[in-house]
């Protein structure tokens, strides 16, 4: 079975936040990452001692893998950082405003409104 999948840095390498590949065996491919084996942009993230995940897998071929790295879009396709950015949302969303609220004009207030 064909997996394209994708691994995500705890921290960027320099530019990079993610890496996504294709393999026809998971669990050997995810241990060559490990021991530094095939890609350079993990064997630098290695070097660096920078932790990650495999954050994503999805059945498919080399063509899948290309369509998707060709989106230039993989923080859109990682489900950790979905998570991230909307838990940033509703953190921004939960700031009180400090818009001024504004007052009701004079003209606006009648007499028998008033409690005296």
């Known amino acids: 079975m064909s997996t394209v999948y994708l691994i995500h840095f705890e921290k960027p390498y320099q530019h990079a936040k993610h890496y996504l590949g294709f393999t026809t065996?998971?669990?050997a491919?995810?241990?060559d990452h490990r021991a530094g084996v095939?890609?350079?942009l993990l064997?630098?993230?290695n070097n660096a001692g920078i932790k990650w995940t495999v954050a994503?897998?999805?059945s498919g071929n080399r063509k899948f893998e290309r369509?998707?790295?060709r989106r230039k879009e993989t923080p859109a396709l990682c489900p950790l950082c979905i998570g991230d950015a909307a838990y940033k949302r509703a953190r921004?969303?939960?700031k009180p405003s400090l818009t001024p609220v504004r007052a009701a004009p004079s003209s606006a207030v009648i007499e028998?409104?008033?409690p005296f």
């Open 25 to 27: 065996d998971l669990t």
């Open 67 to 69: 369509q998707l790295k």
């Open 38 to 40: 095939g890609s350079r």
């Open 43 to 45: 064997q630098a993230v």
């Open 112 to 114: 028998r409104d008033l």
């Open 29 to 31: 491919r995810i241990a």
């Open 92 to 94: 921004k969303a939960e």
């Open 56 to 58: 994503g897998t999805w």
